[in-house]
């Protein structure tokens, strides 16, 4: 199982990116996705998950700013940012939790992608 973190970049404050995570190999399903981001001197946090129903939770920090969606038919998760913020800068790892043709549980990471948000 793989995932592939794409869509990072350096962007203006008051910008926006699109980031994309695509799942592939041996999956059965996906319970969860999420985004994470960690910044230099800090510890790796929580930006947003869905469900495969649909549920989303966010970040306090990103309400308002950032949609977390994902398109279940193509293993594929996406975050949309708005309105970014230098505070956003970090590197953004995508996360799941799923299970494998074989029937075994998996909590896979994908090899994070840097948003930089700076003038």
């Known amino acids: 199982v793989q995932l592939q973190a794409s869509g990072g970049g350096l962007v203006q404050p008051g910008g926006s990116l699109r980031l994309s995570c695509a799942a592939s190999g041996s999956i059965f399903s996906i319970i969860r996705m999420g985004w994470y981001r960690q910044a230099p001197g800090n510890q790796r946090e929580l930006v947003a998950s869905?469900?495969?129903?649909?549920?989303?939770n966010y970040a306090d920090s990103v309400k308002g700013r950032f949609t977390i969606s994902r398109d279940n038919a193509k293993n594929t998760m996406y975050l949309q940012m708005n309105s970014l913020k230098p505070e956003d800068t970090a590197v953004y790892y995508c996360?799941?939790?799923?299970?494998?043709?074989?029937?075994?549980?998996?909590?896979?990471w994908g090899q994070g992608t840097q948003v930089t948000v700076s003038s």
């Open positions: 869905i469900t495969s129903g649909g549920s989303t």
């Open positions: 996360n799941a939790d799923l299970v494998t043709t074989i029937h075994e549980y998996y909590d896979s």
